[in-house]
């Protein structure tokens, strides 16, 4: 099908579903109740980071070309030595089971079904094991959440990603400690602490063993105290690399010094991320510092970004900047609590498509033209 006949489709296939990020977020709101939908749409400190996220888009225009003949358009990128059909990946979200009883099962089926690769947060309501035999043959990534406590529980849930067919681990490493959050403070919620985000804790042999009793307060307890890792530093990811085979991705990278000491470590691939402006109030917009880290890390690995994107054309920018791939967070959150798996299947059909048009649009018949695409900045 040609990009023009899969437009038509998505036209019709959105009638009755929230459309751009606003439409989406307050369909959110009406369907959720004030502390999960707070826990989701806010962020850390004044909020300063997370409206600089998406400002920040603003800065770079498209400089288009034309009469390039745009009949075909070829969006696949390599990672690490997998092929995968379009440059746009899930981010990492935990307890999806407060935005939709089917969690993420319903985003991971609807990541599957488009073939979006599929980054499965540490603090997932539903287990490794669980999602991958609901989702046979699709591309599936680990984010892991370093335990503290035990780091045995981190190189348990690293094999098992492995056992499970998942192409990479992702660590994360700008949440040692989580960021100061005024409207959970508000709302009095934590997830964690009312029980959300076991899924791969529960089932994990090496932590249920250690504890001393199996009872929701245990389990809440230790799950809190092995998340808090204010400790976490580059002997770890030594420690982790000699755990697994896999290609270790760092989440969380914003300085280009520290871009530069991961490809010295020997990083396989970074993700540029702020956390959507959820960790440290006040640092530099995601796409602000994209492009000091693609020009420290000069192509040798691969660099992924996420932060602030809402729609197509931000992914093309981001790709125009440097990025290898994009991850998408809070719009596919919101489409699963309006709509569980169809409505995250409709925010990522439009996403792919206009990420699809804009690409044309723009001149471009392939990433490489992407990268090559000119941006000016205000
Ligand atoms: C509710 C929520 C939970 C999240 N949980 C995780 C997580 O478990 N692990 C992780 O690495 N990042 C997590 N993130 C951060 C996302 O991976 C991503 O960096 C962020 O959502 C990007 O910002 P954006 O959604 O504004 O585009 C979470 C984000 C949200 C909104
Ligand atoms: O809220 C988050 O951003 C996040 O990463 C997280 C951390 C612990 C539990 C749930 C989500």
Same mark, same amino acid.
């Given at each position: 099908?040609?990009?023009?006949?899969?437009?038509?489709?998505?036209?019709?296939?959105?009638?009755?579903?929230?459309?751009? $990020?606003?439409?989406?977020?307050?369909?959110?709101?009406?369907?959720?109740?004030?502390?999960?939908?707070?826990?989701?749409?806010?962020?850390?400190?004044?909020?300063? !980071?997370?409206?600089?996220? !998406?400002?920040?888009?603003?800065?770079?225009?498209?400089?288009?070309?034309?009469?390039?003949?745009?009949?075909?358009?070829?969006?696949?990128?390599?990672?690490?030595?997998?092929?995968?059909?379009?440059?746009?990946?899930? &981010?990492?979200?935990?307890?999806?089971?407060?935005?939709?009883?089917?969690?993420?099962?319903?985003?991971?089926?609807?990541?599957?079904?488009?073939? =979006?690769?599929?980054?499965?947060?540490?603090?997932?309501?539903?287990?490794?094991?669980?999602?991958? &035999?609901?989702?046979?043959?699709?591309?599936?990534?680990?984010?892991?959440?370093?335990?503290?406590?035990?780091?045995?529980?981190?190189?348990?849930m690293v094999r098992r990603a492995e056992a499970a067919g998942y192409k990479a681990i992702v660590l994360t490493v700008d949440t040692t400690m989580l960021g100061w959050r005024e409207e959970d403070i508000r709302n009095q919620y934590s997830p964690l602490k009312?029980?959300?985000?076991?899924?791969?804790y529960v089932s994990d042999p090496v932590f249920m063993s250690a504890l001393n009793d199996h009872s929701q307060e245990t389990i809440v307890h230790k799950i809190i105290e092995n998340i808090y890792h204010p400790t976490l530093n580059w002997t770890n990811i030594?420690?982790?690399?000699?755990?697994? !085979?896999?290609?270790?991705l760092i989440k969380g990278i914003l300085h280009p010094e520290d871009a530069k000491l991961a490809v010295e470590k020997g990083i396989d691939g970074i993700i540029v991320s702020n956390h959507g402006g959820r960790q440290l109030d006040g640092v530099i917009a995601?796409?602000?510092?994209?492009?000091?880290?693609?020009?420290?890390?000069?192509?040798?690995?691969?660099?992924? =970004?996420?932060?602030?994107?809402?729609?197509?054309?931000?992914?093309?920018?981001?790709?125009?900047?440097?990025?290898?791939?994009?991850?998408?967070?809070?719009?596919?959150?919101?489409?699963?609590?309006?709509?569980?798996?169809?409505?995250?299947?409709?925010?990522?059909?439009? $996403?792919?498509?206009?990420?699809?048009?804009?690409?044309?649009?723009?001149? &471009?018949?392939?990433?490489?033209?992407?990268?090559?695409?000119?941006?000016?900045?205000?």
């Amino acid at each position: 099908m040609s990009t023009n006949d899969l437009l038509l489709k998505s036209i019709e296939a959105s009638k009755h579903y929230p459309i751009n $990020f606003t439409e989406l977020e307050a369909a959110a709101k009406q369907a959720l109740e004030p502390g999960p939908f707070g826990y989701i749409r806010s962020s850390a400190g004044g909020e300063e !980071t997370y409206r600089k996220n !998406t400002d920040s888009f603003y800065k770079y225009s498209i400089i288009p070309r034309f009469l390039t003949d745009v009949s075909t358009l070829n969006t696949e990128v390599t990672i690490l030595g997998h092929t995968y059909p379009h440059p746009l990946f899930i &981010a990492p979200v935990g307890v999806n089971k407060i935005a939709h009883e089917d969690g993420e099962l319903a985003v991971s089926k609807a990541a599957a079904k488009l073939e =979006f690769p599929y980054i499965q947060s540490t603090v997932s309501s539903y287990s490794i094991e669980e999602i991958a &035999a609901e989702t046979k043959g699709s591309s599936k990534w680990f984010q892991l959440y370093w335990s503290s406590q035990q780091k045995e529980v981190s190189f348990s849930m690293v094999r098992r990603a492995e056992a499970a067919g998942y192409k990479a681990i992702v660590l994360t490493v700008d949440t040692t400690m989580l960021g100061w959050r005024e409207e959970d403070i508000r709302n009095q919620y934590s997830p964690l602490k009312r029980g959300f985000g076991q899924g791969n804790y529960v089932s994990d042999p090496v932590f249920m063993s250690a504890l001393n009793d199996h009872s929701q307060e245990t389990i809440v307890h230790k799950i809190i105290e092995n998340i808090y890792h204010p400790t976490l530093n580059w002997t770890n990811i030594s420690e982790l690399r000699e755990h697994t !085979t896999l290609p270790i991705l760092i989440k969380g990278i914003l300085h280009p010094e520290d871009a530069k000491l991961a490809v010295e470590k020997g990083i396989d691939g970074i993700i540029v991320s702020n956390h959507g402006g959820r960790q440290l109030d006040g640092v530099i917009a995601s796409i602000d510092a994209l492009p000091a880290v693609v020009q420290a890390v000069n192509g040798r690995i691969p660099i992924l =970004f996420d932060s602030g994107i809402r729609r197509g054309s931000d992914a093309v920018k981001a790709l125009a900047l440097g990025a290898t791939a994009v991850c998408i967070g809070r719009p596919v959150i919101w489409g699963l609590a309006s709509g569980g798996q169809e409505g995250v299947e409709r925010v990522l059909e439009n $996403f792919l498509q206009e990420t699809r048009v804009s690409i044309s649009l723009s001149g &471009a018949r392939n990433l490489e033209e992407v990268q090559n695409l000119q941006l000016f900045k205000d």
